[in-house]
């Protein structure tokens, strides 16, 4: 197997660590704010969720009304 | 544009968007590493270690790109009492602060083969050093002070006092004799680099740009979360 390409004529040792420590410092960041995401989206919906279900009731009956044959 | 990103507008957003993001950001993400460790070739100088460019500038750029955007966020709240950009920039801030410390340890890295040093106190590595700090207080004072309206006029002062940082980071290496090689991408001028590095470069910019959006989307809809929570228990 060809290692040329890891070693990159010697720079291997600067340039390899360098991407590494992007890439993982990138996706720790994104891991954290995902998580953090996650759980007030769930917060939320758990907070809102009564709203939201009275509304849709009330437009499933307006809907439901309006296809009535006595409307 | 600033519309889009009223707070009822993003609490109403799906995120079917962020997933949009994310596929694209890892399409351009294996583009870019294809080109910037395969295709693009060595320096004639500095030989493959320039490849660290491929990293190192994009989050330079980036970090005070972000700095600026805190920077003028802290006055349109202070003097015009814009609220909601302070989220903006409260969103903003880590992802500037992870670009620094990207910029400051991939430079380091790049300046040990290049210089024969992994630092030195010059007026570019200092100045960015410097921002790095002042990216970390604004954080930890948004944490740590509890009360919003303090905190917001706090990190908004951190804001405006940062953004003169800004300018001497970019001219230092015109205004000082510095290690550090002046810019070889500007706005006002045509890049003096090739196309064969110029095109990596500006796909891993891409990406990162994609990155930050997607980071900025999910932290500025959680503080818009905590902001409504906060209030309803309130009045509860």
Redesign the interface.
């Known amino acids: 197997m060809d290692l040329e390409?890891l070693f990159?004529?010697?720079?291997?040792q600067?340039?390899w660590?360098?991407?590494i420590?992007?890439f993982f410092?990138?996706f720790v960041?994104?891991a954290k704010?995902?998580k953090?995401?996650k759980k007030?989206?769930k917060?939320?919906l758990n907070?809102y969720q009564q709203n939201q279900d009275v509304k849709i009731e009330d437009f499933d009956l307006r809907k439901s009304l309006s296809k009535s044959p006595i409307f | 544009m600033l519309k889009f990103f009223l707070p009822k507008r993003i609490?109403s957003s799906n995120n079917k968007l962020i997933n949009n993001l994310v596929f694209l950001m890892l399409l351009i993400i294996i583009i870019g590493?294809i080109y910037a460790?395969?295709l693009s070739p060595?320096d004639y100088i500095q030989?493959?270690?320039v490849?660290?460019m491929y990293?190192?500038v994009p989050?330079s750029i980036l970090s005070l790109g972000f700095f600026g955007f805190i920077g003028i966020a802290s006055i349109l709240n202070l003097v015009f009492k814009i609220k909601f950009v302070s989220l903006m920039a409260k969103s903003i801030a880590?992802?500037g602060c992870?670009f620094a410390?990207?910029s400051i340890?991939?430079g380091s890295?790049?300046g040990?083969?290049t210089w024969g040093v992994w630092w030195v106190w010059d007026a570019r590595l200092t100045s960015m050093l410097v921002l790095f700090f002042f990216y970390l207080t604004y954080i930890f004072l948004w944490n740590y002070v509890k009360n919003f309206e303090e905190a917001n006029k706090l990190t908004s002062v951190i804001g405006i006092i940062g953004l003169f940082n800004l300018p001497v980071i970019k001219y230092s290496v015109d205004w000082w004799n510095t290690l550090h090689q002046p810019s070889s991408i500007t706005l006002t001028s045509a890049p003096t680099i090739h196309n064969t590095m110029l095109v990596p470069l500006v796909i891993m910019l891409s990406a990162m740009i994609i990155?930050s959006l997607?980071?900025f989307l999910?932290?500025y809809?959680?503080e818009i979360?905590?902001i409504?929570?906060n209030k309803?228990n309130k009045n509860n």
């Open positions: 390409f990159l004529n010697g720079y291997g600067f340039v660590p360098a991407f420590f992007t410092s990138c960041l994104y704010t995902y953090k995401f007030y989206e917060l939320y907070e | 609490l590493l460790l395969f060595p030989g493959d270690s490849r660290i990293v190192h989050a880590p992802i992870i410390l990207i340890i991939t890295l790049w040990k083969p990155y997607i980071i999910m932290r809809k959680v979360i905590k409504k929570v309803k």
